[in-house]
């Protein structure tokens, strides 16, 4: 089941991937396992997969602890409170989830390298999301450059789960003019270079739009 998904998801990426005129390299599929079984995580390893996120400190704890293999990044996704910073920060390659300034001073305060980080954007407004409005993303991004343990580098969010293609493309392309009106000002902070944006439901249409990063679970599974 997982091999002949992973097959699947392997040609839509390489499809879109072409269509969009870039090389598969320039794109990182980052396997979302929370809440997966320890061998479904194996199969996916076997597979080839290197990037794994997961989205509670247990959850990583666990994983981690299963496979501690040099070659895996880990990522961090979805909401972390901010007395958990300590538990997770110094075990990942990526934080996807940086969406105030309470969290950046914990991070500063607890990480022991520079932490390459993701600006979670709520591009829709919607109120049950977190994320940085983009209005207030300028201001946010300059604030970071008081914290030298963090290195923005890129732009996540998710999209509404009931949004139509149109309004998914208004979200992906949205965060992508934001991602690249951040690169511009060339921040040493933050280059700003990637867009982490797409999941099971809608990272081919990302893809479309430029991600440079796609979160996908439930596909490699169901
Ligand atoms: C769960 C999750 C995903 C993966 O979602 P699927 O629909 O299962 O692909 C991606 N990003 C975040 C932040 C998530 O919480």
Redesign the pocket.
């Known amino acids: 089941m997982i091999s002949k998904n992973c097959q699947q998801i392997e040609t839509v990426i390489a499809e879109q991937v072409e269509a969009s005129g870039r090389s598969l390299e320039e794109v990182t599929c980052v396997a ?1 396992t ?1 809440m997966r079984s320890l061998e479904e995580v194996a199969e996916l390893y076997q597979q080839g997969y290197r990037h794994f996120a997961e ?1 509670r400190p247990e959850g990583l704890k666990e994983k981690q602890a299963a496979f501690p293999h040099s070659d895996i990044h880990w990522h961090y ?2 909401s972390l409170q901010t007395r958990k910073v300590k538990q997770v920060i110094n075990e990942i390659a990526f934080f ?1 989830a940086l969406d105030r300034e309470s969290l950046a001073k914990e991070i500063e305060k607890r990480a022991n390298h520079t932490v390459s980080c993701f600006v979670q954007v709520n591009v829709t407004g919607e109120t049950s999301k977190q994320g940085v409005s983009p209005c207030d993303l300028m201001p946010f991004i300059e604030s970071l450059g008081a914290y030298s343990k963090i290195s923005v580098v890129g732009l996540m969010t ?1 999209a509404p789960i009931d949004a139509t293609e149109d309004e998914l493309r208004t979200c992906f392309q949205t965060l992508k003019q934001l991602q690249t009106s951040i690169a511009k000002q060339q921040y040493p902070h933050a280059p700003c270079l990637e867009t982490s944006m797409g ?3 809608d990272y081919p249409i990302a893809l479309q739009e430029g991600a440079t990063f796609i ?5 490699f599974f169901e």
């Open positions: 979302v929370k989205n996704i979805g996807h998710m999941m099971s439901n979160r996908i679970g439930s596909a």
